[in-house]
């Protein structure tokens, strides 16, 4: 799949964002915050959905625009044509995608689910994108077993999320329980079964007598509890005959009470004392109020007489002349503001006209939109070419820079330059190296093989030896005997055939010549010697990959020197009609200065603000004309106001003055309208006082009456006798309270009428003396149940003693829960081994299976990055090893910080590769060559632009100026 391009709405502070991708490598460049973790988290929630609260990362939502997502362009490789994944904020939290294809159908979300293969987010990241983070975690203090794991789950997994798991099990596997642990919790809970179940074991044999202690301790128990039931019972005699001794002189003034209140009751009116005293104040106060007000009433009459009162007319006339004022003190006043804003507008204009150049008004001057609009036309147009005037000289001098550079880079590679037939030499020294080197291998495999043979064939040799000296030694000791018993011809058969034998064995063990490890040797000894003689006569000590690269650059950088040469004529041709269109719009606004009358010195910026002041001195002007008319108008009407009112006026004793004839008429009008006021206030008072009066006097009669009936009441003849019945009613009113009291407080104790008189017949030495009979019952009592408690003490201290550790039943009961909870962290244990073994299963097979296919294309690609220096990547049982061009073979904990990232390198790519039967998606790289130096980040580039088949996005924030501008992205001036 390729990125055609991006278009995004809104995500983070992009918006309305448009760029092209097209291309097989591209160089996302912008400086720090310009966007690019912004841009590569919008091409992942496209693809994927938009981050949900789980993924813990930050959604992106803008807050300057309304839209929140963008669409993407991509190609696949089944030939559709492009495709559009557009993903805008909807109902779900993932978003809402619409994918559109190029016949102009659409697709759902699962679609792209398949066409993707099933890949999710994470999985994704962990593969397809790498940072410099993924590059630094190697150089951190890693063991070798670490660096392996990391390493080979660089090339098999993509990801660390199975060793996240295993090392989260491993840690609860060693916190439940450990083989001789101390602090897991599965063996602290063995340890306290084990104390549990020896303390249970000391119980059970003393189990016997504590039975006998605890049927003793019931006996004990019960006899106590019967006798404290009766202490109990003669504790609650004791306690009424005590209260009945406490009560005892309540009861007896009850009694009292009771007698002296066996009378008819007596009444009195209620608070008649208060009533009484306040009638008879109340009485004494109206009479003297009732004096003081007739003589008030007296003086008042007397004042009112001497008031004399205005005519209603001249009233009327002054009122309504005084509602005028406002109005009048109104046109003088806008009389005054006038003349100060025709002032103040005269003023004004003749500062408007010294801004803009006049020296008298031009009210002729045509100031309308048509023209205001134009002169902004050609403003806008000039500040346009002005801009393009100081892109082109800034892109000039900056091409200008780039080719100095160019040149100084020229004359440094063309005296770098190694000559072709130095090259050819070289070349032709490397063939006969590899020549050496393969015949070398050779010799020693024929050599080997040589060896072999010789030693099978001696062997073989060494036993026919054996067998026919065994045989013609047998043959001839038959012979002789044969001869000896005169068997001569069978005797000489027999001494014939050893001696063939013994002549055979002869011709067969003839040592062999060894020509051919000598031709071997005799032709590698050749070849060296002719490797030598190159060597001293020509000078070859240069690598040849990178002669090759000089002349590579040589002719890149005369390339670029004559594309900016072009490029840098074109750019001045454009300046130059650039320059021609800065006259003409310089010329039209001189004209459109010499129109308007203004100062031709003015800067361009401000005709605009010009036409706008010359608008202002026009509505000036008029409005100074309007301010005129409405002066004059004002000031006639003040003039026949002045004509009515200056001869009413001096009728009433008042002389017309402009500034101060209102004055008078409001102090005339207050001195009639306090006469009139005087006049009514002091007639309010006289009918005041004398309802006030009249009130009073009935006051005095209903007192005089309300205190007869007072008296009658309790038929009193006088005051004197009137406070005796009030008294003997007070006394018989507290008896009754205190009698009230006391039968309360009796009921509340429990006292019954029968009680009560019983106990007032009786004496308290009486009731004394039971108490004391009593209170030595109780102390039997007590006696008695103080012998039993202790030995009821022995008997619990003996049962302490047996439950010591505590109770036995407590303690299986304790031992069952234990046992329980072994058993349910057991089981725990067991499931998190299980699935432990169940993972390392899984990423054991995909090793098994994924790292062979890894390894084999990482060889290509780590001896690419290295320029050769590492001509192999092994895996076997011990993990991963590297083999240099020397021969040696280093463990990766060996190697340099740079060469340990080129190989982490190799096998993300490689893994890469290896995936491509399943996926085919775009690299993401994040600034993951940051930290290289100048050499190896241009290898990599170079592998990546050239060797990598998958599309590959590259952020960065260093620039690197040998890709092409049509594979480069700038994002500075594209972020909002």
């Known amino acids: 799949m390729k990125i055609l391009s991006l278009n995004i709405y809104g995500y983070g502070k992009i918006a309305e964002t448009e760029l092209k991708t097209s291309t097989p490598f591209v160089q996302i460049f912008g400086e720090n915050e310009a966007g690019k973790s912004t841009m590569q988290s919008f091409i992942h929630s496209v693809l994927f959905g938009f981050p949900t609260r789980k993924e813990q990362e930050p959604r992106r939502e803008p807050r300057m625009h309304n839209m929140y997502g963008g669409k993407l362009v991509v190609d696949f490789e089944d030939g559709e044509g492009p495709v559009e994944i557009e993903r805008v904020k909807g109902n779900k939290v993932q978003g809402d995608v619409k994918i559109y294809m190029n016949d102009g159908t659409s697709r759902s979300a699962d679609w792209l689910v398949r066409k993707l293969n099933y890949i999710d987010k994470r999985t994704y990241r962990s593969i397809f994108s790498f940072d410099v983070l993924g590059l630094q975690d190697i150089h951190k203090n890693m063991t070798e077993d670490k660096l392996q794991e990391y390493l080979l789950r660089a090339g098999a997994l993509g990801s660390h999320e199975y ?478 106001f002045k004509r009515e009112v200056k001869d009413d006026v001096r009728k009433l004793g008042i002389t017309y003055y402009d500034a101060s004839i209102f004055y008078e008429v409001n102090q005339k009008l207050t001195e009639y309208n306090e006469n009139i006021s005087n006049s009514k206030q002091l007639d309010e008072q006289i009918k005041l006082l004398e309802n006030e009066i009249s009130v009073m006097e009935e006051r005095v009669s209903s007192s005089s009456k309300e205190i007869d009936e007072l008296f009658d009441y309790v038929d009193a003849d006088d005051e004197e006798e009137y406070y005796y019945h009030a008294r003997k009613f007070e006394e018989y009113q507290n008896n009754l309270e205190q009698f009230k009291n006391l039968s309360d407080k009796l009921d509340e104790e429990l006292f019954d009428y029968d009680l009560r008189n019983d106990l007032a017949s009786l004496m308290l030495a009486d009731l004394k003396e039971e108490e004391e009979g009593i209170n030595k019952q109780v102390e039997h009592f007590n006696e008695m149940v103080q012998d039993e408690q202790k030995v009821l003490a022995e008997i619990n201290q003996e049962i302490n003693i047996l439950e010591s550790d505590g109770k036995l039943s407590e303690l299986n009961h304790q031992y069952e829960m234990k046992k329980s909870l072994i058993q349910g962290l057991s089981e725990d244990y067991l499931s998190l081994n299980y699935i432990r073994l169940l993972i390392e299963t899984h990423i054991k097979a995909i090793k098994d299976e994924r790292l062979p296919i890894v390894i084999e294309e990482a060889r290509s690609i780590f001896q690419f990055v290295t320029k050769g220096r590492y001509i192999n990547v092994i895996y076997d049982d011990d993990g991963i090893t590297v083999k240099h061009s020397n021969g040696q073979v280093f463990h990766p904990l060996e190697l340099s910080q740079s060469t340990k990232e080129m190989l982490y390198i190799s096998l993300r790519l490689s893994l890469i590769k290896a995936l491509q039967g399943y996926y085919k998606l775009p690299l993401i790289i994040d600034d993951a060559f940051v930290h290289f130096d100048k050499e190896r980040k241009k290898i990599i580039m170079d592998y990546l632009r050239s060797e990598v088949k998958d599309q590959v996005l590259y952020f960065t924030c260093n620039l690197d100026t040998s890709i092409p501008s049509n594979q480069t992205i700038r994002l500075k001036e594209k972020v909002k």
Do not use: C
């Open 163 to 640: 060793d996240e798991m295993l090392s989260a099990i491993d840690q609860e596997l060693k916190d439940l329980y450990k083989k001789n642990g101390i602090n897991p919790e599965i063996n602290q809970e063995l340890v306290e079964l084990q104390e549990i179940n020896e303390k249970i074991r000391k119980l059970e044999a003393e189990e016997a007598n504590y039975k006998h202690l605890t049927t003793e301790q019931l006996k004990y128990e019960e006899s106590i509890n019967a006798k404290r039931d009766a202490l109990n019972q003669l504790d609650t005699v004791r306690k009424q005959k005590i209260k009945e001794i406490m009560y005892h002189k309540d009861i007896k003034d009850w009694k009292t009470l009771e007698g002296v209140l066996n009378v008819e009751p007596l009444v009195f009116p209620e608070k008649g004392i208060e009533r009484y005293e306040s009638l008879k104040n109340s009485y004494d106060q109206a009479k003297k109020d009732i004096d003081l007000r007739l003589e008030k009433l007296k003086v008042l009459k007397h004042e009112i007489g001497q008031v004399e009162l205005p005519d209603e007319k001249n009233i009327e006339y002054l009122e309504s002349l005084k509602t005028k004022e406002p109005e009048i003190n109104q046109k003088n006043l806008e009389v005054d503001r006038l003349k100060h804003s025709i002032e103040n507008l005269e003023d004004e204009i003749e500062l408007l006209q010294k801004d803009i150049g006049w020296q008298e008004e031009h009210m002729e001057v045509d100031d309308s939109n048509i023209i205001r609009e134009s002169v902004q036309t050609l403003l806008a147009k000039l500040d346009e070419v002005t801009l393009e005037e100081q892109y082109l000289v800034r892109e000039i001098d900056h091409i200008k820079s780039d080719i100095r550079q160019l040149d100084q880079e020229i004359a440094d590679l063309e005296d770098s330059q190694i000559s072709d037939s130095r090259i050819r030499v070289k070349k032709e020294v490397l063939d006969k190296e590899v020549e050496l080197k393969e015949k070398g291998k050779m010799y020693q495999l024929i050599e080997k093989e040589y060896e072999r043979e010789k030693r099978e064939r001696n062997r073989t040799k060494r036993n026919q030896t054996f067998l026919i000296l065994g045989i013609s030694t047998i043959t001839m000791i038959i012979g002789v005997l044969y001869l000896v018993n005169s068997e001569f011809t069978l005797g000489s058969v027999f001494v014939g055939i050893a001696l063939v034998a013994s002549i055979f064995l002869l011709l067969t063990n003839r040592e062999e010549e060894e020509n051919l490890k000598s031709d071997y040797e005799h032709e590698v000894a050749k070849l060296q010697d002719e490797i030598e003689t190159l060597k001293s006569e020509n000078d070859v000590n240069f690598d040849l990959n990178d002669a090759r690269d000089l002349k590579m650059d040589l002719r890149t950088q005369k390339s670029k020197r004559i594309s900016f040469n072009v490029k840098i004529e074109e750019l001045k041709e454009t300046l130059a009609i650039k320059e021609t269109n800065h006259d003409r719009l310089n010329t039209d606004l001189f004209d459109v200065k010499r129109k308007l009358k203004i100062n031709p010195d003015i800067e361009n910026k401000y005709i605009v603000d010009a036409i706008h002041t010359i608008r202002d001195i026009k509505q000036k002007r008029n409005q100074i004309s309007r301010h005129n008319v409405e002066k004059d108008n004002v000031i006639k009407s003040l003039q026949d």
